[in-house]
Nanobody
Framework: QVHLVESGGGLVQPGGSLRLSCSASGFSLDYYHVGWFRQAPGKEREEVACINSDVDTTYYAASVKGRFTISRDRDKNTAYLQMNSLKPEDTAVYYC??????????????????WGQGTQVTVSS
């Protein structure tokens, strides 16, 4: 059974950092493009960052470029999102997704995309 579990969310002050983890079970992440998406209250879900299966292509939303870094660890079957210089507008539920479509200029979920349950990130003083 395909299962994705996010962790690492929490409350952080503006300017702080968090690292989100996305652990997969029941399948290998190696063969899939992986992405992080977020949804703030009253807003639509948006893509944040994605990385391809070969780890040679990444996509970042303009709002996070230069502050967030997506990575993956094949040995741990886990993907990560390192978030630095956090801003209040980064507050949202963050979701990990496997089997997305991406290039260096777009990232989007597909009908077959698998999702985690989400982890809350709150940036506030």
């Amino acid at each position: 059974q395909v299962h994705l579990v996010e962790s690492g969310g929490g409350l952080v002050q503006p300017g702080g950092s968090l690292r989100l983890s996305c652990s997969a079970s029941g399948f290998s992440l190696d063969y899939y493009h992986v992405g992080w998406f977020r949804q703030a209250p009253g807003k639509e879900r948006e893509e944040v960052a994605c990385i391809n299966s070969d780890v040679d292509t990444t996509y970042y939303a303009a709002s996070v470029k230069g502050r967030f870094t997506i990575s993956r660890d094949r040995d741990k079957n886990t993907a990560y999102l390192q978030m630095n210089s956090l801003k209040p507008e980064d507050t949202a539920v963050y979701y990990c997704a496997a089997d997305v479509s991406l290039s260096s200029w777009y990232c989007r979920p597909d009908p077959g995309t698998s999702w985690g349950q989400g982890t809350q990130v709150t940036v506030s003083s």
